[in-house]
């Protein structure tokens, strides 16, 4: 597993003695936390069904605790294929990536609304902006176009070097569907702490949010594997056909036998003065496959260097 350090752990290196106070000074306003009880246990999994929550957001809820699961991608030794397996992101992992979601928008969309750095909590008050847009409808949009942009390159995974988070230090290997799933859960928690005073058309909003959220998580996590699932697989298959190429090569098997020649004269030298002249006998055993006595010599010379590594 790689480590990744926030930009203020970076810091502390430079400067010990500041960089504690910057990092509890963003961490103060972030470390978001589900307040609804009924979803901070299901989500934590001390209540593993779905339908202890509100049948109002029921549904909605457990298709985005779906969508923040995490994709693992392997190769199979028993049959050399990519497959995909899932795994579960702790709470404080998924509590974690909604504070990552505000700071990837504080990143690369505050200045397009002219805004100033948000705090989780004023994000997911969801306040408009002089604009006329809100910042969930903001962040959507970010989510949305992901894949148009050149993050798509980077692999499956959101690269935490890149986008920096004062809570999360350690690669939770997150895809932007998991990101986008866990703030659709977070505008549910916001949904249930007002759900009795909220006017219909304010919670019916709000639920529309969540549940665009978690088909936007859906299709960029499916992109996500699908994408990475196809490279992956490409990898594989030339790697496979190179090595396939390479073993039925008749040169491939003449260099073993030369190798292994090389090994007998190692342990007895007499028979070859030099490393040409064992070149030179190499090239006359095998006239057709070895015609370049510099050749012999630089694999000789390379496996010696290897033996002593």
Known sequence: MTFNTSPYLTIADKAPYYAPMIRDAAKKHMNYRFKNKALDDYLSRRSRSSFSLPKVYQRAAFALAEEVRGYDFKETSSDGQIHVSMFEHSLDEVCGFVDWSVEIWNQTSREFHR???????????????????????????????????????????????????????????????NLCAAVGLAVLDNLAGHLASASKDTALNELGLAWELAMIARRNNHMDMALHFEAESRHVKMVRAANAKHDKDPKQAVKRQ?????????TSSTKYPSIAAFARDMCNKWPDLLTSEVVVSRWVRDWKRAGHL
Do not use: C, M
């Open 258 to 266: 030369v190798r292994e020649l090389w090994q007998l004269w190692e």
């Open 115 to 177: 805004s100033r750095n948000l705090t989780t909590k004023e994000f997911l008050t969801n306040k408009p902006f002089r604009d006329g847009e809100t910042p969930l409808e903001s962040l959507i949009g970010v989510f949305e176009s992901w894949h148009e942009l050149s993050e798509a390159d980077e692999g499956p995974y959101i690269s935490l070097q890149k986008y920096p988070s004062p809570v999360i230090s350690i690669d939770p290997f997150a895809t932007v569907g």
